[in-house]
C-alpha cells in the first residue's frame, strides 16, 4: 500500500436510484448511510440525488437527461466527486467521467478506499490490495489514468494511484502474488486455531458501527480502538477473557458487515472472518437506536449464513439501550427476538447478565468425568490436562483420580485414549 498525505475534505455529491417496489424512506436511509461512508473516507456531502427510474441505463446509470442536468450542478457547485450508491459499470465509469469531468465512484469504490485507510497490519493492507486491484481490472481506462493524476484524494489510495498506470498484465501478475500470500496467511491461521483448539471461543459479529468494538474492549479489559465510524475495525483481534472460572476463553473482534459488501472485499478478507466461522460461541451485536437495526440484523445473518456460521450457538445482543427513550421499542425487541440480550457496552448496563449467559452456554457445551488410572500412566495423565479443565486430582498408593471438565468433543477423545465405550 502506498502511503497518502494528509487531505482536505473533497466535496461530494450521492447519487442513488429510487425503484418502484422500495420505498423512498429506504432510499433515504441508503443514503444516509452512504453519506457516512464519505464522511468516514474524507468528504463532505453537498447533494443527495434520488432519481426514480424502473431501471438503470446501461450507458450513464441514471440516463443521459439527468447525467448532464446533474453535470451542470457539479460544475457549478464545485464538486470533486459523485458517488453512486450501486456498483457501475466500466461503460458507466468511463461515460461519466467524460460527461463530469470529475471523479466517479461507486459503493464498492468507496467502501474500498476506506479500508485501504482503515488498514493497518500487514495482513489486512494485502487483503484491501487484492481486493481494490480485482475491482480496478476491468476497470482500468484512460479517463481513470488522467482522474487520479489531477485529483488525487477519495477512490485513488493505495494501488490507485501506480497500478491504474499499468497494464492488465502487471496487475493480474500482482493479484496472483497476493492470493499466494493470503494462501500463506490462511495457512498460518489454521496453525494458530490449532494450538487454540482447548479454549471456548467467542466472536463477536455485526453491522458496522454497531460497538462490538467497545463492548470487546469492556469484556476482556482492553483498548482496541473504537470510533462512532463506520469500519473502525478492519483486524481480527483475539483477547482472552475472564468469566470467573478456571476455564479457558478467547473473544475475538471482527471486521463489521454492511449491505452491498463488494464481493471482492468478502473474499480477500475470508481468512479475517474464519475468526467467525471458527468459533463456539457468536455474540451478533446490533444497534437497536438506529431506525433500521432489523435490516441490518438480516443482513448480519444473511452473510453469516454463507460463511457456514448458521448452525453456531448465537446470543443476539441489542446495544445502545441508554439512546433509546421509547420503552415500547424494548418491550417489542424481548417478546420479537427471545434469548436475547439487551445492553450498553459504553454505559456498562447488564453486562453481567450477558456473562451469565454465556456462563450457561459453556457450562451446556461441557460435561464432567472422572477417571481412575495407574500413577505410572505419566504420558495418559499429560494428555488429559491437555484438552480437558482438571478439576481435582487425587493421589492414592499407585493410582491417580483425575476430576475433569471439558467440551463433549474432547471428551469422546479422552475416552478413546482410555479404549473406554
Excluded at 57 to 85: H, P, R, T
Excluded at 118 to 132: G, I
Excluded at 287 to 316: A, N
Amino acid at each position: 500500500m502506498i502511503d497518502i498525505p494528509k487531505r482536505t475534505k473533497e466535496r461530494a455529491m450521492l447519487v442513488a436510484i429510487n425503484y418502484r417496489e422500495v420505498s423512498r424512506e429506504v432510499i433515504e436511509e441508503h443514503l444516509s448511510e452512504l453519506e457516512e461512508l464519505a464522511d468516514t473516507a474524507g468528504a463532505d456531502t453537498i447533494f443527495k440525488i434520488v432519481q426514480s427510474r424502473n431501471r438503470f441505463d446501461s450507458a450513464y446509470y441514471i440516463g443521459k437527461g439527468k447525467a448532464e442536468e446533474l453535470a451542470q450542478l457539479v460544475e457549478f457547485n464545485d464538486i470533486d466527486i459523485v458517488i453512486f450508491d450501486d456498483d457501475l459499470t466500466p461503460v458507466q465509469v468511463r461515460n461519466l467521467e467524460k460527461l463530469f469531468n470529475r471523479k466517479i465512484l461507486d459503493r464498492s469504490g468507496l467502501i474500498l478506499d476506506i479500508f485501504a485507510l482503515r488498514a493497518k497490519t500487514k495482513e489486512a493492507k494485502t487483503q484491501v490490495e487484492l481486493a481494490q486491484l480485482q475491482y480496478m481490472l476491468p476497470r482500468l481506462t484512460r479517463a481513470w489514468t488522467h482522474l487520479s493524476k489531477q485529483y488525487g484524494g477519495i477512490g485513488t489510495k493505495g494501488p490507485g494511484e501506480t497500478q491504474i498506470e499499468t497494464d492488465r498484465r502487471i496487475i493480474r501478475t500482482r493479484i496472483s502474488h497476493l492470493k499466494e500470500k493470503l494462501i500463506k496467511i490462511e495457512s498460518q491461521r489454521v496453525t494458530q486455531s490449532r494450538g487454540r483448539k482447548d479454549y471456548i471461543r467467542i466472536s463477536l459479529a455485526g453491522y458496522t458501527n454497531a460497538g462490538k468494538s467497545t463492548l470487546f474492549n469492556l469484556l476482556t479489559q482492553s483498548d482496541v480502538f473504537a470510533e462512532d465510524k463506520l469500519f473502525a475495525t478492519l483486524d481480527s483481534t483475539t483477547r482472552s477473557m475472564d468469566l470467573n472460572r478456571n476455564q479457558k476463553i478467547l473473544i475475538s473482534d471482527t471486521v463489521g458487515f454492511i449491505r452491498k459488501l463488494p464481493p471482492h472485499l468478502v473474499a480477500s478478507f475470508k481468512s479475517t472472518l474464519n475468526e467467525v466461522r471458527d468459533a463456539d460461541v457468536i455474540l451478533h451485536v446490533i444497534d437497536m437506536s438506529h431506525p433500521f437495526y432489523e435490516d441490518h440484523l438480516g443482513i448480519v445473518e444473511e452473510t453469516l449464513e454463507e460463511f457456514g456460521s448458521k448452525s453456531k450457538i448465537s446470543i443476539k445482543v441489542f446495544n445502545k439501550v441508554d439512546a433509546i427513550t421509547d420503552k415500547n421499542k424494548i418491550d417489542y425487541i424481548r417478546n420479537t427476538y427471545p434469548g436475547s440480550i439487551i445492553i450498553s457496552a459504553q454505559k456498562g448496563i447488564n453486562i453481567s447478565k450477558l456473562k451469565t449467559r454465556l456462563l450457561d452456554i459453556i457450562e451446556k457445551a461441557y460435561v464432567e468425568d472422572e477417571v481412575k488410572l495407574p500413577i505410572i500412566e505419566n504420558k495418559l495423565i499429560a494428555n488429559i490436562h491437555s484438552v480437558a479443565e482438571v478439576v481435582s486430582i487425587k493421589y492414592n498408593h499407585d493410582s491417580v483420580v483425575i476430576k475433569y471438565r471439558t467440551s463433549k468433543e474432547n471428551s469422546e477423545k479422552i475416552r478413546k485414549m482410555l479404549n473406554k465405550p
